[in-house]
């Protein structure tokens, strides 16, 4: 059961132009998404969130857009550039059962981004 | 604030043989989380510490997998008899109680022949 999915595996972009990475959920009760970037042979990196009572939430080139009807959120980055090639994930918190105060993350499988110069 | 440090870095080990990780968080995060990500995936939770008490583990950590968080500072997870099939990155993470993002460490990449 993925409760987070990533449709597009990979995405390649011209430097310059507009970088699209989608993600889809079908858990109701999640109410925050990160997204989270990782370069080979490193762990992921937090790169920006949302809450859900926004649909909007923008941080210098990356803006994310969260569509609750939909259950789907995206991340915009403009303008990419060829350092912005990686694995980028979508995530979202959920309470674990044995302690509210904890939370576990349920990543997306992950789009790699490639930005050619 | 040296971020989150795991070691080793890279472990080939033989099947049947045991392994140890380490990982070091953030010195003032009292949570703990350890991660399993294999190619193609994302990372997948498998434990969770508040402090030394150990409060949640996946139904992916099997009885051959055990962690420890002594003291509540450094955690060790142990895979006893490995298996290919438990070859993958373990990422350690940390936080702080309130915050929804974690901070990684690089990783362990187990490989297991």
């Known amino acids: 059961d993925q409760q987070v999915k990533q449709n597009s595996p990979s995405l390649s972009v011209q430097e310059g132009r507009i970088s699209i990475l989608n993600c889809d959920y079908t858990?109701?009760?999640?109410?925050?998404f990160l997204w989270y970037k990782k370069y080979p042979a490193e762990g992921p990196t937090f790169l920006i969130s949302i809450s859900s009572i926004k649909d909007k939430n923008e941080d210098g080139r990356f803006t994310v857009f969260l569509n609750k009807s939909a259950k789907h959120l995206s991340l915009h980055i403009v303008p990419s550039q060829p350092g912005d090639s990686a694995v980028y994930f979508c995530a979202a918190p959920s309470s674990l059962m044995n302690n509210n105060a904890g939370n576990m993350l349920t990543f997306g499988g992950g789009t790699r981004l490639m930005v050619k110069p | 604030d040296t971020g989150v440090s795991q070691d080793p870095r890279h472990k080939i080990t033989k099947r049947g043989q045991n392994v140890t990780f380490r990982c070091d968080p953030i010195s003032e995060h009292n949570r703990l989380y350890w991660y399993r990500q294999t190619l193609g995936q994302g990372p997948e939770f498998l434990t969770y510490f508040q402090n030394e008490a150990q409060l949640e583990k996946s139904r992916l950590l099997s009885d051959r997998f055990s962690a420890e968080r002594p003291k509540g500072s450094f955690s060790t997870l142990e895979i006893q008899r490995t298996e290919q099939g438990d070859s993958a990155m373990y990422l350690c993470a940390s936080a702080k109680t309130g915050n929804y993002g974690y901070t990684f460490g690089s990783g362990t990449r187990l490989t297991v022949v």
């Open positions: 858990n109701s009760m999640f109410d925050y």
